[in-house]
C-alpha cells in the first residue's frame, strides 16, 4: 500500500496514517492475504492447476483488484478450457 486509502496520504508502512490517523493494520493485512493468494494462483498455474489458479485468483482480486490477478483469471480461464 503506497497511500493511505482514506485520504490518500504516502503511507509510510507504520500502522497508522500520518495525516488522517487512520488504523490501517486491517488494510495491510488484506493486502499481504491478497498477495499471498496471487503466490498460489502463480504456482497453481504453473504447474497447469488451472482450477486452482482461477480460484485463487478470484480469491487474490476480492481481497484487492490488481493487474496481474486479472491476467491470472484471464490465463486460467482461457488455458483450463
Ligand atoms: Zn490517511
Do not use: N, W
Not at 503506497?2 to 493485512?29: E, H, M, N, W
Amino acid at each position: 500500500m503506497d497511500v493511505c486509502p482514506i485520504c490518500k496520504a504516502a503511507y509510510a508502512g507504520q500502522g497508522s496514517c500520518r495525516r488522517c490517523k487512520s488504523d490501517l493494520t486491517q488494510f495491510v493485512t488484506i493486502e499481504g492475504d491478497a498477495r499471498e493468494e496471487l503466490e498460489i494462483a502463480v504456482a497453481a498455474l504453473k504447474q497447469k492447476d488451472y482450477e486452482s489458479a482461477l480460484l485463487h485468483g478470484k480469491r487474490a482480486c476480492s481481497l484487492k483488484h490488481s493487474k496481474l490477478g486479472e491476467r491470472l483469471i484471464l490465463y486460467a480461464r482461457a488455458l483450463g478450457k
